[in-house]
Nanobody, 123 residues
């Protein structure tokens, strides 16, 4: 069993930066792909970024490429999402999730989900 807890959300002005963290409990986290997803009011949850268990491969939603960076530290059982050049349209609740297959994770099929952290970008 893996529990995921996100942190680092908040209110930031457009053009600013935030770093989200996803702290995992359980010894299997380092063997799982993990990802970040977001959901705005009235919209479906969407894929943002995914990283393989080793960190060797990453995948991004087109609209965040070049602005967001996903990373992980398996020794600390923690994943990260560095968000730069934030835009008002990035406003959402951000969730981390984990599952063995990065391809399934990109399609939002995950064994484990966090509770989410709010990111609000003001214009």
């Amino acid at each position: 069993q893996v529990q995921l807890v996100e942190s680092g959300g908040g209110l930031v002005q457009a053009g600013g930066s935030l770093r989200l963290s996803c702290a995992a409990s359980g010894r299997t986290f380092s063997s799982l792909a993990m990802g970040w997803f977001r959901q705005s009011p009235g919209k479906e949850r969407e894929f943002v970024a995914v990283i393989t268990w080793s960190g060797d491969n990453t995948y991004y939603k087109d609209s965040v490429k070049g602005r967001f960076t996903i990373s992980r530290d398996n020794a600390k059982n923690t994943g990260y999402l560095q968000m730069n050049s934030l835009k008002p349209e990035d406003t959402a609740v951000y969730y981390c999730a984990a599952t063995p297959s990065p391809q399934l994770l990109k399609r939002l099929f995950a064994d484990y989900w966090g509770q989410g952290t709010q990111v609000t970008v003001s214009s």
